[in-house]
């Protein structure tokens, strides 16, 4: 059963912007929020993450300089806001909640304990 739940994906041209949130409650969010992407046949790759309270982040080499992780405001959310958008980035995304936080393993599917069902990103040419 999902405990967090994605939005804002949809389809996009290359060079174009996309914001994703992620909901949850205090206690699914846990220590560490990660975004995770995925396409058919492929494994679930980590994207960025970001250490609930303290605000430190952690990103993907794909992702750096173009994605941003912050925790929202209003506590309950954390986005993921993705510049300059390639083909290559098109997937399944998953927003994951740990109870653990860990800068060496942040990016680690492994290391997360609840997931969202996904928000779909498509990026054309």
């Known amino acids: 059963q999902a405990r967090l739940a994605e939005s804002g994906g949809g389809p996009v041209q290359a060079g174009e912007s996309l914001r994703l949130s992620c909901y949850g409650s205090?206690?699914?969010?846990?220590?560490?929020v990660g975004w995770f992407r995925q396409v058919p046949g492929k494994l679930r790759e980590g994207v960025a993450a970001?250490?609930?309270?303290?605000?430190?982040?952690y990103y993907a080499d794909s992702a750096k300089g173009r994605f941003t992780i912050s925790q929202d405001s209003s506590a309950n959310t954390i986005s993921l806001r993705m510049n300059n958008l390639k083909t290559e980035d098109a997937a399944t995304y998953y927003c994951?909640?740990?109870?653990?936080?860990?800068?060496?393993?942040?990016?680690?599917?492994?290391?997360?304990?609840?997931w969202g069902q996904g928000t779909q990103v498509a990026v054309s040419s």
């Open positions: 994951a909640g740990s109870r653990r936080k860990s800068g060496m393993f942040a990016l680690q599917a492994g290391m997360y304990d609840y």
């Open positions: 205090e206690r699914d969010f846990g220590a560490m």
């Open positions: 970001i250490v609930i309270g303290e605000g430190t982040t």
